[in-house]
């Protein structure tokens, strides 16, 4: 019998090819709350602190292997060729798996809601049981696998193609996760034939050979909302509504104050602080970090982005990657914003592009201010110093810098540096013709009078 300290290594399923996604892109890699399938099925697990994490990978192996290495570079992936059954597909982690000594956890990479709560009352089941086995008791039992339990014993289990009809009437139904030691569950896969409706080698073969060997299976069960897998479009979008309800709770419940909740969507890692305000209609995409009392105002667009305390955002505001605002920082309506850095206090009220930039403490930049940022090659930086005023309408053709406490005139386009404290002008000398505006606006009404007379 083994303690719940062993050291443990996942192995997840991901190989298959989901074939009812109807989609090119492999079923593991479509998004939930902006990560891929498989990413929640790593995330559940990092957990447990894992010596080792495996992915098999089969259909779409390259693209998998990447979204898996993006997320974990410690992660190894292994390729399952032919999908011959998910005992087959456990199988082939034996390699990676080599001089691992404890408990390897089976999930699978198209389950992603497993909390880390189950994932620990299953390796705590261990110390018990050679096996174990994690169940839930189904609302509709259909295509799920049946644990045959005697007492707390999984005798085994029996996929439903296979059942008899009283084993069908079973509605404790299998996860498809498992946990056991790496050795033996490796030494007790080996003896799992194909003799079955699928022709497949199933890992759930392995509690009944674990009998004939003396060794002891159990179950543990949780909710069955924590097992559902994702097949269909539309059971990922009804995944997908499942996620947005869970991080609305948490967030409001974190003291977030959520104006509509149900019109605020956010990404796997959406991180708000204490009385942080999110209006109606705002999207959170992945890489989003808001700091205590800011505000986001209605129809705001926010990925890859930090905002400092007290920042006010939006309404109708784009923060890009590397969008990073100070504190009491403020970004208006009709603003968009990548890869910039808005200094404590600055400010880009109305219509603006700032890209590529450095806006210092405390500066202002005027309406429908623009950092001309891209040459149709490279990008260029444009940095522009502590408390300045950029008038409205400027073009800061990048690179370019405009020092501390300077200013630029309204229309300006600002092609070379600005030292700290001048007023730079880059526009046309206006010109006042004496009275030629009333004169044409005489002879223009006189036209249109001659034509309707005609
Ligand atoms: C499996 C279980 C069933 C359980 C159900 C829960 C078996 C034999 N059956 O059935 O008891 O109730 O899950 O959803 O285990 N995979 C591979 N390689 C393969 C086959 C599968 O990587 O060769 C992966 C799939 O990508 C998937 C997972 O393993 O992530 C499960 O495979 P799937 O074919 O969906 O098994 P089910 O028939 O649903
Ligand atoms: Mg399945």
Redesign the pocket.
Known sequence: MQSDERPCALVI??????TRMNSDLP??LHPLGGAPLVVHAMQAGAALAPERTIV????GGALVEKAVQAHDEDATCVT?T????????VQQAAKALEGFEGDVIVL????PFISEDTLARMLAARAAHDIVVLGFEAADPG????LVMEGDRLAR?V??KDATPDELALTL????LMAADATTLMGLLAEVGNDNA?G??????VPAIAATKGLTATAVTCGEAE?L?I?TRAELAGAEALFQQRKRAEALENGVTLVAPETVFFAHDTYLGRDVVVEPNVVFGPGVTVENDAQIRAFSHLEGCHIGARAIVGPYARLRPGAELGNDARIGNFVEVKAAEIGEGAKVNHLSYIGDAEIGEGSNIGAGTITCNYDGVFKHRTTVGRDVFIGSNTMLVAPVTVGDGAMTGSGSVITSDVPAGDMALGRAKQVNKTGLGARLMARLRAMKADKKGQ
């Open positions: 399923l991901a190989a298959g090819q989901g079923k593991v098999v990978v089969g259909h399952q032919e999908q011959l059954g998910t005992g087959h597909a699978y990479g198209d389950t295509r799920y696998g049946r289990i996929e439903a139904c299998n996860s498809g699928s497949e080698y199933y890992l759930t073969d097992t897998g097949n």
